[in-house]
């Protein structure tokens, strides 16, 4: 087999796995949203938002458990963020860390999930899980960290900017 054979043969399956990836995110968005209609359609709207607030800081709790599982550092705030960065691209999402002093900001320029929950006629609510996660993701990981979200796509902002801070 030629250099260029295998070359090609790499190439296409570089692009079917990330195709792949790409249809396990949109598996992932109908799922949720799925599981929240039958909510709403059982219970109402209202009890559908307030579980989906809940469902995301269960997943925080969990998200960071697994970075100290993984030998995360607490008190590592830029590699904390840098962690949160890379999971937000592995979901598809645009997504970069800035320091600001000592602080540190995630900051989004695009997201999906936008576009998913405009497609379930929900558009604009995905702010509150998202803060819920971020926060409960950090509070898991230390409870001397803060966060603040300054801006959100969903808002109208042109990017959804988390300010991460550490307390003495």
């Given amino acids: 087999m030629s250099s260029t054979q295998s070359g090609d043969d790499l190439?296409?399956?570089?692009?079917?796995?990330e195709r792949d990836w790409q249809s396990m995110q949109r598996i992932c968005h109908d799922f949720f949203h799925g599981w929240r209609r039958v909510v709403a359609d059982?219970?109402?709207e209202e009890k559908a938002k307030e579980l989906e607030i809940e469902f995301y800081g269960r997943i925080g709790q969990n998200t960071g458990a697994m970075y100290l599982e993984r030998g995360g550092n607490a008190d590592d705030l830029e590699r904390i963020v840098f962690t949160l960065v890379?999971?937000?691209?592995?979901?598809g999402e645009a997504a970069h860390l800035a320091r600001d002093g000592d602080d540190v900001l995630?900051?989004?320029?695009?997201?999906p999930w936008q576009d998913s929950f405009r497609?379930?006629?929900?558009?604009?609510?995905?702010?509150?899980?998202?803060?819920?996660w971020f926060r409960t993701?950090?509070?898991?990981?230390?409870t001397r960290i803060k966060v603040v979200t300054e801006s959100?796509?969903?808002?109208?902002?042109?990017?959804?900017?988390r300010r991460f801070s550490q307390s003495d």
């Fill in 152 to 161: 959100a796509l969903p808002a109208g902002d042109g990017t959804c900017t």
């Fill in 119 to 132: 497609a379930n006629r929900i558009a604009n609510q995905c702010q509150a899980g998202c803060d819920n």
């Fill in 11 to 17: 190439a296409k399956r570089l692009s079917r796995a």
């Fill in 86 to 91: 890379r999971a937000s691209e592995v979901m």
């Fill in 137 to 142: 993701t950090a509070a898991s990981i230390s």
């Fill in 42 to 44: 059982h219970l109402g």
């Fill in 106 to 111: 995630l900051v989004h320029t695009a997201c």
